[in-house]
């Protein structure tokens, strides 16, 4: 299995596991587990993001280059009912309305 994503805490690996598997994509995660306030983690102990099929690898990656594509463009996106949902959602949280390009 291919290490897909070295996520920064385990929300975050959370969240995009989760956005893999909207796109019909299961990841595993692995390291989450072992995260605690204890001391400092070797950094091969961060929650990282495994496909379960490396025929996805491709596909896979598109959609986190995506993804860090929205976080660096901004923290939220405005539907056309007014409402904000967080850059993950790909439907607005309110209405169910798409995304807007
Ligand atoms: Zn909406």
Redesign the pocket.
């Known amino acids: 299995m291919h290490t897909l994503y070295a996520a920064a805490n385990p929300l975050e690996a959370e969240i995009l596991r989760a956005y893999l598997a909207e796109h019909g994509i299961r990841a595993q995660l692995l390291g989450a587990g072992l995260w605690s306030g204890l001391g400092e983690l070797p950094a091969d102990n961060w929650p990282r993001l495994m496909l379960d099929d490396d025929s996805q690898l491709a596909p896979a990656r598109e959609l986190l280059r995506r993804y860090e594509h929205r976080r660096h463009a901004g923290a939220s996106w405005v539907?056309?009912?007014?409402?904000r949902?967080p850059v993950h959602f790909e439907i607005?949280?309110?209405?169910?309305?798409e995304r807007p390009a």
């Open positions: 539907c056309a009912c007014g409402e949902s607005c949280w309110s209405c169910g309305h």
